[in-house]
DNA sequence: GCCGTTTTCGGCCCGACTGTTTTCAGTCG
């Protein structure tokens, strides 16, 4: 708002660092002073200065200062579509616009229109913006659009003018939330594309009808944006739509200090010529991979490009060989009719056959957490006993798959298991998780997981933190204490691929394997169709770099049952 | 404000679409 294009987004990387940064800020502050700090990438005098400010007198008095001269809701306001600072600017100073409300006053009276720079349209997008801010459901979990976003996927491949198509940005990437849909077509006929496009009857509204590019929104309340490249574009196109941002932006760098330009386009090297000036030659574009080699560099999975280290590790040829999507050969938490799922032991065995797997344990939830009917000893004993049967009926039968035994063990607030050793004992597969008392202080509940992990009994903690996304926050958790303590009592740590779970999440994930833990992707399943989860799963493993070395249930069942304790 | 195997000063990613404009600024991704 004040002119300086470079001193904001400097503020915005460093409170991008700050947020993802494994540790927390006064806690660096506290042992090593604003030097310390100062090590950190994009944190430099001014900004560290800022942070020392604020962690002494609990306040920034520059900030300050600004809010006094724009007491303005700049995030309520450019959280309009077609909003942005210049406008909030005008806004203020001509109709004293402080927040959305007011904006929605001033269009309804129709004050804006007449404000130089502004219309009647920019008013009417104003009011739409406003309107569909209020429905705004912020970031969509991957798991609960996918299946919509593929079926858009296949509803535009049958259009005949297009050639290719592929769903790029965020979800090919597998971030767990997904803010809006990217989809890169090839086309010779762009025009035809965006028209369909537009048109398709589950649109709601259109924000842009160009003629390579097009926005709607949709009436779920998903963003899908479309754009058309020409077939040699495809791969440059591909990498720029597939982000993440920040990666795009560090590839550029690349690209320019070899004296070169990239873009959707392509990768561009200069020509100089006495006739014409400068102009540009394309040098790679076609396919991503050919684009990462140009610019001397591995390439890069989608998963991957988050521009945390990812680019620097392809420099190096040190990438990890990430775990595949086939590379699952066992599911190590399984919910049966035996409590809360909705197939029988058999039923959930053959699902889990047919979707490619040799073997599952059986995890049922135990006595404590009580809804679900949880299983106590003797259930336990009984459905070791019906297990046993079904497997040799599987021979019988020549069904080549093996059901472990198993539990989901309920942890005690103190760390204390519902169930006896001399029954765990017995379990081929023993996990335990936390499903209660769940505002215990950090401290309770991160002893309460140590105490489960120590005993000799549990191999694996099923979803750690138990955040549910976009619902539940995960529990407060010294988690270096946790991953020490896996590491030395050899437990498991699960990947829940559940999609509303997702837990461990990526960040945690690669925090982790820094302390050479193992890791089990399970699909949580408690329903036959559920095995489809163990994507999810393996994809959130990527996104924290996982190999598939990492992943006991990579092996077979006799080579991942020696991996327990 | 940050950063530096081209620089401690002078850069900072790049292009499409829209609206209000007669050539472009603002917004978005």
């Known amino acids: 708002m004040q002119d300086e294009p470079f001193r904001p987004r400097a ?10 940064h494994s540790a927390d800020f006064r806690e660096i502050y506290e042992k090593g002073g604003a030097k310390a700090l ?3 990438p994009s944190i430099g005098r001014g900004i560290a200065e800022k942070i020392e400010e604020y962690i002494k007198t609990g306040r920034i008095r520059e900030y300050e200062a600004l809010k006094k001269k724009y007491p303005v809701d700049i995030a309520g306001l450019t959280a309009v579509e077609g909003i942005g600072p210049k406008a ?4 203020w100073q001509k109709l004293k616009i402080q927040n959305v409300a007011d904006l929605e006053k001033a269009a309804r009276a129709g004050k804006i229109a007449g404000i130089a720079r502004f219309g009647k349209k920019s008013e ?8 569909f801010l209020k429905l705004s459901h912020g970031r969509f979990r991957l798991g609960d659009i996918l299946p919509y976003v593929r079926a858009l996927e296949l509803e535009l491949k049958s259009v005949k003018e297009v050639d290719e198509l592929v769903v790029a940005g965020s979800i090919r990437r597998w971030k767990e939330t997904v803010g809006d849909v990217d989809i890169l077509a090839v086309s010779r006929k762009p025009k035809a594309v965006m028209e369909y496009f537009v048109g398709m009857k589950d649109v709601a509204n259109v924000y842009a ?5 097009s926005a709607v929104k949709m009436n779920n309340g998903l963003d899908v944006d479309i754009r ?5 574009s495809f791969g440059a196109a591909l990498n720029y739509f597939t982000g993440s941002k920040d990666h795009n932006v560090a590839l550029r760098e690349i690209a320019i200090k070899k004296g070169w330009k990239l873009n959707e386009y392509g990768l561009y090297k200069s020509q100089k010529s006495k006739a014409e000036g400068q102009k540009w030659k394309m040098i790679a574009g076609r396919t991503e991979d050919e684009l990462y080699e140009k610019l001397g560099i591995a390439y890069i999975e989608p998963e991957m490009r988050e521009n945390a280290g990812e680019i620097e590790a392809a420099r190096n040829n040190q990438l990890p060989n990430l775990i595949g999507y086939g590379d699952l050969r066992g599911d190590l938490q399984t919910h049966t009719d035996w409590t809360d799922g909705k197939h029988s032991i058999r039923e959930m065995a053959l699902a889990a056959k047919e979707a490619g797997l040799e073997y599952i344990a059986i995890t049922d939830h135990t006595k404590t957490l009580a809804m679900t009917g949880g299983s106590d000893e003797k259930k336990l004993l009984k459905q070791i006993a019906e297990i046993k049967k079904i497997n040799q009926e599987f021979e019988a039968e020549g069904i080549k798959f093996r059901i472990l035994t198993g539990a989901e063990v309920n942890i005690m607030p103190d760390g204390k298991l519902d169930i006896t050793d001399e029954v765990l004992a017995d379990l081929d597969v023993a996990g335990a998780a936390i499903h209660m008392n769940l505002k215990l202080s950090p401290a309770e509940q991160t002893k309460r997981i140590v105490r489960a992990m120590e005993n000799p009994n549990i191999d694996i903690i099923f979803h750690l933190t138990d955040r549910i996304i976009n619902r539940r926050e995960a529990l ?3 988690l270096e204490t946790i991953f020490k303590t896996a590491k030395i009592t050899g437990t498991i740590l699960e990947i829940d691929a559940y999609p509303e779970r997702l837990d461990l999440k990526d960040e945690h994930i690669r925090e982790a394997k820094k302390f050479g833990i193992k890791f089990a992707i399970d699909s949580d399943a408690h329903a036959k169709d559920q095995f489809r989860f163990l994507e999810f799963g393996i994809a959130q493993a990527r996104r924290g770099w996982v190999e598939k070395g990492e992943v006991i249930n990579t092996r077979s069942a006799e080579g991942m049952l020696k991996m327990l304790k």
């Open 11 to 20: 503020y915005e990387r460093a409170s991008e660092i700050a947020s993802s």
């Open 38 to 40: 100062m090590e950190i």
């Open 88 to 91: 909030i600017k005008t806004l």
């Open 124 to 131: 009417d997008k104003i009011f739409k913006g406003i309107e």
């Open 209 to 213: 009808h160009g003629e390579t590019k």
């Open 228 to 232: 058309v490249v020409p077939r040699e």
């Open 476 to 478: 407060p958790l010294d």
